[in-house]
DNA sequence: AACTTATTGTACTGTTCGGTACAGTACATA
DNA sequence: TATGTACTGTACCGAACAGTACAATAAGTT
């Protein structure tokens, strides 16, 4: 495969995930990604089969991206709350951007006909909050900072708490919250959490 | 209006109302749904305008069902825990159905295109059981048995906690819990959330 | 340069589907 | 039974759009 192919794939990609996500998927013609990038639609579908081929392709790197919003830092003198206080501002913000929220949206549209397509997002993206969550409560609570003696279960609660203030609404188009009250927001529900954790499961 | 005129009316909501929800609002044509309630397709244009406003119908319909779904009894001698498990385990239920959640869907799908769709349905829906759970834990808290300062935000709390556990996963199509799992984390999520309301917000 | 392969532009096909036109039929009311 | 209104069935229109055919052209390779 020549460079300038992978260059002009990746031209495709990037608008194509740029149309999708403002309009949507159904609402994308094919000429239009053309329009945007240049080429032709042969060369479109040399490289990707059909439209659900880019589709595909957007979703990976769309998931790919957010991998590396957050990570928490292994430095043990942070203090607990201030590490998930972070993450809560982090994992709202990236759930409410325009990008993941309309990724959510095609995915919610076209699981239907491609099921796959739903537990491939699934697993890349919301849920790999879930995993790095769950291993850092695990973390913690080995090192005695926290009560919990199921992690994954402890991270769905202070995702619950996180999402249960803005995604619902944010998903079906309602603006999305400011800066500010994200950080709010994240802030609470952390204090809840912590003081729900204060009891055994 | 003549009375078979109105009859005609429902058994063209509820054909559409069965198709929307089983196959989606686009996938759903006019052909279908007067194959399925007989009539004709100019029938329908007069009583409703065009293929949106028998979407209309069917969400205003289809949330007002849901109003009856639940409502707490003002029996001040049934646990307080008890009344929660009883509203998680009902609210999960509903969340998780097959009707909501395809309406669900279809409305974060439409609102794009029709933002008032949104909001019409978010306040005739889920909010609804935010109304009332709000209320029942005012009363609660009046009657000192609940500790919270600010009732809307701890039945956001409740609500978040609730919908933690599968809302997500089941809007892009994994399968729906069974009976027992919705019990069993209604139960957890009740019990997270008393633990979590004995510190002031 | 000669040759091969990848790319482009344009025009076209086939189909789906919302919406309309219209002629004919049931139905209610008087 | 006469008359106007509501309904039905069928056929059609027009637009949108995924996907294809093909001839012309550019880009690599030797």
Known sequence: ???????????????????????????????????QCGGSKQTLYRYFGDKKGILNEVITQGTEEMKSVFQ?????????????????????????????LNMHRIVITESRRDPELAEFFLSRGPQHFHRILTEFLLQQAEQGKLNIN???????????????????????????????????????AVKFFLQGCSAPD
Chains 1, 2 share one sequence.
């Open 1 to 35: 495969m020549r460079p300038s192919t992978l260059i002009k794939r990746q031209k495709i990609i990037s608008a194509a995930t740029q149309l999708f996500f403002k309009q949507g998927y159904p609402e994308t013609t094919l000429d239009q990604i053309i329009e």
């Open 72 to 100: 928490f830092e292994n430095d043990s003198d942070t203090a607990l709350i201030k590490q998930l206080n972070e993450f809560g501002y982090l994992y709202i913000k990236t759930l409410c951007s325009p990008q993941l």
């Open 150 to 188: 199921k992690a994954p279960l402890a991270a769905t609660r202070l995702l619950g708490l996180l999402k249960g203030d803005f995604f619902q609404e944010a998903l079906v188009g309602l603006p999305c919250p400011s800066e500010q009250e994200i950080h709010k927001s994240a802030q609470q």
